[in-house]
């Protein structure tokens, strides 16, 4: 098992930053995925930014330029750092990780407890 736990989120206004970050214990040593994803309310949870044990990312298209996401393998961390937030990136930020590349068919099979992230106007 693997447990995730995210820090760093709060109330920024727009065009501010935050950086998140998500702490990983366990059975960690098999990790290749690790991502975040957001859930707005009402809306369907998006994956935001993801990164494999290669170091090869992916970011949704509204993030790009914006976000950052990384891992330090030796903290056993991944981080995404958030740059000109704006109000439509108000969400709750959930942290997941898995086996597999991101690429692939259901690459996440563990979750954090999520952190909200607020983006004043």
């Known amino acids: 098992q693997v447990q995730l736990v995210e820090s760093g989120g709060g109330l920024v206004q727009a065009g501010g930053s935050l950086r998140l970050s998500c702490a990983a214990s366990?059975?960690?040593?098999?990790?290749?995925?690790m991502g975040w994803y957001r859930q707005a309310p009402g809306k369907e949870r998006e994956l935001v930014a993801a990164i494999d044990s290669g170091g090869h990312t992916y970011y949704t298209s509204s993030v790009k330029g914006r976000f950052t996401v990384s891992r330090d393998n030796a903290k056993n961390t991944l981080y995404l750092q958030m740059n000109s937030l704006k109000p439509e990136d108000t969400a709750m930020y959930y942290c997941?990780?898995?086996?597999?590349?991101?690429?692939?068919?259901?690459?996440?099979?563990?979750w954090g407890q999520g952190t909200q992230v607020t983006v004043s106007s």
């Open positions: 366990g059975s960690i040593f098999n990790l290749n995925a």
């Open positions: 997941a990780a898995g086996d597999r590349g991101f690429g692939e068919p259901d690459p996440f099979h563990y």
